[in-house]
C-alpha cells in the first residue's frame, strides 16, 4: 500500500499565486501514484473535486472557519493568500481503487482552533487523518494522543501532527516524516518527500509499505 500525507495549505502556493489553484493542486496528486492521500487544511469545497481527477473517493471532515462560507469562499478563489485559513478549513481522505467500508470522525478539541481526527475503514483497517494543534507542542501532543485513543486498532496513522523529530505514538511504528508531517503503522516501510515546485509550504510525503 501506498500513502500519502500533504497539508495542503488552505490551496496556496509559495511565492503567492493571485487565482485559485484547485487544478495545481489536482494535477499533481493525479500525477502521484499513492492509494490512500491524507490531506490537512483543504479548502472545504475541493475533497469532491480532487478525488474527481484522481479517480479516488473522497471523505471530508470539516474543521475551522467555515462560519461565512459563502462569503468567504468567492474572496478565497481570487486571492487565497490574502484570505489564508479565513477561506475555511477541512482535512480529507482520498482512497483509490479500495473500498471504503465506513468513515469516522473525532473532535479533538474545541479551542484555539476546531481540530478533528478522521478515519476510513478499509479491507486493511482503519486509516487515520490527523491535523494537530499548531504552536504548542503540548497540545498538539493532546491531540495525537487523543486521536490514537479514538481509534485504537489503527493500520495507518498519521497526517500533520505538528510534532518534529520522530514523535512517538502509542503502539505503533514510525514509517517516515518529514518536519511536522508523520505516519505510522505496524509494518516494515520506504518513504520518500515528493517534489511539488510551488504548492504549499509542506512538501508532501508518501511511505510505501
Known amino acids: 500500500m501506498l500513502v500519502l500525507t500533504w497539508n495542503l495549505f488552505h490551496g496556496r502556493s509559495v511565492p503567492d499565486a493571485p487565482r ?21 487544511e483543504v479548502p472545504p469545497w ?15 471532515a470539516l474543521t475551522s472557519r467555515n462560519w461565512l462560507l459563502a462569503l468567504s469562499r468567492p474572496a478565497a478563489r481570487r486571492r487565497p493568500d490574502l484570505v489564508k485559513s479565513w477561506g475555511g478549513g477541512a482535512n480529507a481522505i482520498l482512497v483509490r481503487g479500495r473500498t471504503i467500508h465506513a468513515h469516522r470522525t473525532r473532535r479533538l478539541t474545541h479551542w484555539p482552533e476546531r481540530r478533528y481526527a478522521h478515519a476510513v475503514k478499509l479491507d486493511e483497517g482503519w486509516v487515520v487523518n490527523v491535523h494537530a494543534t499548531t504552536h504548542r507542542d503540548e497540545r498538539a501532543r493532546r491531540d495525537v494522543d487523543r486521536a490514537r485513543a479514538a481509534f485504537p486498532d489503527a493500520f495507518i496513522f498519521g497526517g500533520d501532527v505538528n510534532l518534529r523529530g520522530r514523535p512517538e505514538v502509542a503502539g505503533m511504528r514510525w514509517l517516515g516524516g518529514n518536519h511536522v508531517d508523520h505516519l505510522y503503522g505496524h509494518a516494515d516501510a520506504t518513504y520518500e518527500v515528493l517534489e511539488r515546485g510551488r504548492l504549499s ?9
Open 20 to 40: 485559485e489553484l484547485l487544478a495545481d493542486f489536482a494535477a499533481a496528486l493525479a500525477g502521484w501514484e499513492w492509494d490512500v492521500a491524507l490531506l490537512q
Open 201 to 209: 509550504d509542506h512538501p508532501p510525503v508518501l511511505v510505501t509499505l
Open 46 to 60: 475541493w475533497p469532491p473535486a480532487l478525488g474527481r481527477a484522481c479517480g479516488a473517493s473522497a471523505r471530508t
